[in-house]
């Protein structure tokens, strides 16, 4: 083990545990900040942009230092530009948007439990779509991703029909948000928005 740490694959596999550790810890910390934030200082939107735009700056002087060579970064096609201001305003823009809305109105813990069923999403779509071989392992993190969800959210819906409120206890489906002291039903009716 210690000839394993000593060498230079073996500290790579522990710098990149490290840094996986490090990674995790910060976005947990990133959507747990998100609440205070969407509540007291701006709205979802505005720290979107924001966000957007730091982590653009951020890049950008990050690559100049990393990538100096200007000509690397030449986009050759119209269609690799499309994709690439699809990948910026959709997979960012609207994906970070769409999250802090999310975690302003019912916390992190949805945003962070729902991360996960993106990997499941992907191993699905490319088996399907590009016609991957799926193995045993990925069906079994898949099955875990989806009853560990599953467990979750049974959890806290456990935990809102605790808190609700006396009045309220002939309505099973309603919710009570201490925060803002507002009754909304979990499910409203059927109807699909």
């Not at 050759?76 to 990948?87: H, N």
């Not at 959890?155 to 309505?171: N, Q, S």
Request: charged content about 10%.
């Amino acid at each position: 083990m210690n000839i394993l740490l000593h060498s230079s694959a073996g500290s790579r596999w522990v710098l990149g545990a490290l840094l996986l550790v490090g990674s995790s810890s910060c976005w947990a910390l990133w959507l747990i900040l998100q609440v205070p934030i969407c509540k007291s200082y701006m709205d979802p939107l505005t720290l979107s942009a924001w966000m957007c735009l730091l982590s653009t700056l951020q890049t950008a002087i990050l690559v100049s230092f990393l990538l100096p060579d200007q000509s690397s970064w030449k986009i050759p096609s119209l269609f690799e530009l499309s994709c690439c201001i699809f990948a910026g305003a959709v997979g960012s823009g609207v994906t970070f948007y769409l999250q802090s809305w999310c975690i302003s109105v019912r916390g992190p813990l949805y945003s962070a439990m729902f991360s996960p069923l993106g990997t499941v999403v992907a191993t699905v779509l490319s088996a399907v779509i590009l016609g991957e071989e799926l193995h045993v392992g990925s069906l079994l993190g898949a099955i875990g991703v989806i009853t560990g969800l599953y467990i979750v959210l049974w959890g806290k819906a456990g935990d809102i029909k605790t808190a609700m409120a006396p009045e309220h206890m002939d309505d099973p489906e309603a919710m009570v948000d201490d925060t803002v002291g507002i009754v909304e039903p979990l499910l409203a009716g059927n109807k699909i928005c």
